[in-house]
């Protein structure tokens, strides 16, 4: 199992240096707010599993590879922006940006925002997971924790949606498949494990 990463302590890619500002979550994976050496601000995630002594643990990241390719495809103003994925002295890290906002569970109980912002909410939610399985990516988490509300005063709304955490997504074309989803959300193929698919987040969303 991985360990913490003490805040101030430095972590280096191939690509970048990543300085450690602040520990935000320790569960299933271990999250942190970083500071990347061109400036940017980074989401940090840190899988506690798999080991190298794990038996699937060359699947696990040639999985992570394959899909971190396919995400780079994603347009960033509708998904998280997917940087790189890095190991660090048997720890495994996955870069995404840092986007300052709510989700949407948040946002529903602490902002109450009236009928016209539910509706464009769940408008663009669709459109978002439209175009994500246009690009052969089957989310397969979907809940309200995973879109990210954004303000954004350029827009009349006043607001902007994006889709996150494609951690256990699925891409059917490539047979890349990590599913997972959460108890209350999940699709009845989910509880069946058998033929997950886009049928399967349209049936989350419904």
């Known amino acids: 199992i991985s360990t913490v990463v003490q805040e101030g302590l430095k972590l280096k890619s191939p690509n970048y240096d990543y300085t450690i500002d602040k520990l935000l979550n320790d569960g299933a994976s271990i999250v942190y707010k970083a500071s990347r050496s061109d400036g940017k601000t980074i989401f940090l995630k840190q899988f506690k599993e798999p080991t190298e002594h794990q038996r699937d643990y060359n699947d696990f990241i040639a999985f992570q590879h394959s899909v971190l390719k396919t995400l780079m495809q994603l347009p960033t103003n509708i998904v998280e922006k997917n940087y790189e994925y890095f190991e660090v002295k048997g720890s495994h890290f996955h870069a995404k940006s840092f986007e300052e906002g709510k989700d949407l569970n948040k946002m529903i109980y602490e902002d109450k925002p009236d009928f016209s912002k539910r509706f464009h909410i769940v408008k663009t939610a669709l459109g978002i997971l439209k175009m994500v399985h246009k690009k052969g990516v089957v989310h397969s988490d979907l809940k309200p924790h995973q879109f990210f ?11 902007r949606v994006k889709l996150i955490d494609f951690d256990h997504c699925m891409i059917p074309s490539l047979n890349l498949s990590r599913p997972a989803g959460t108890a209350e959300w999940k699709s009845p193929e989910h509880v069946k494990n058998s033929d997950i698919g886009y049928h399967s987040d349209v049936f989350t969303m419904g």
């Open 149 to 159: 509300i954004i303000n954004d005063s350029s827009i009349s709304i006043g607001f």
